[in-house]
């Protein structure tokens, strides 16, 4: 198994992750919620099943190697090179979505975010905008999940829970709803914060609650503002 093509896989993390999308925009321009949380099917099979190993998740004890003709650029089971790997990919795909805003495609969200019913009279297929960029966030949220299972070695049915988006909801309400840099700010400070908390007491959900609702109350822009 360590000799899986890490790249292999996570190709196969981005589609599949395309595949189960968390919400598809209908013509109508609603959209349509597919899972929200762990499929029953999946969760309540036997934990001793082959696959998926039901509610008590797969572990996997090896990392991938990254072995490209015999050249090994970095070592995924060194946390050091994990770390560099994750910052890169950070700052590349920070790069790219700030490249993607800024361009007519950006645009035209940033328009049908403001007022669909004006962009779809002005002859944009509203429709077709959405749907990409539904699934290049699904692209994205499928490398991080890629990333964050090299990293724990543990994936479980709780990931698809509804809690993992409100996370990200409050990642961004932490760091400013809009602005790439706040979504990098929002997303260290709630790590930090929740290991802070979580040090202090087993109760630490609510010193979270209670910090971030003085956030909004004190930095409506978040801290990008």
């Known amino acids: 198994m ?36 762990p499929p029953a099917e999946y969760t309540q099979k036997d934990s001793a099943s082959e696959f998926g190993r039901g509610s008590d998740g797969i572990s996997m004890n090896f990392k991938p190697v990254t072995a490209i003709g015999g050249f090994t650029p970095f070592d995924l089971s060194n946390t050091t090179h994990v770390y560099y790997v994750v910052f890169v990919l950070l700052v590349a795909v920070f790069v790219f979505l700030r490249t993607v805003l800024r361009s007519p495609f950006g645009r035209a969200l940033q328009g049908i975010r403001s007022n669909e ?14 749907l990409a960029s539904f699934t ?10 890629y990333l964050s299972a090299l990293q724990f070695g543990f994936v479980t049915p709780e990931l698809l829970s509804w809690h ?54 004190f930095l409506p822009g978040g801290l990008a503002s």
């Open 117 to 130: 019913h004006r962009m779809r009279s002005l002859g944009f297929p509203v429709y077709r905008y959405k």
């Open 136 to 145: 290049l966030a699904g692209a994205l949220a499928g490398l991080a999940g």
């Open 2 to 37: 360590s000799d899986l093509n890490p790249f292999i896989i996570l190709i196969a993390a981005i589609f599949t992750n395309n595949i189960l999308l968390t919400g598809i925009p209908e013509q109508s321009g609603t959209v349509d919620y597919l899972f929200l949380d």
């Open 164 to 217: 993992q988006s409100g996370n990200v909801l409050l990642m961004l309400i932490l760091g400013g709803v809009g602005s790439l840099y706040g979504a990098v700010a929002g997303a260290f400070a709630f790590v930090a914060l929740q290991e802070l908390f979580s040090s202090l007491t087993r109760h630490w959900q609510l010193l979270l609650g209670g910090a971030i609702i003085l956030l909004v109350i």
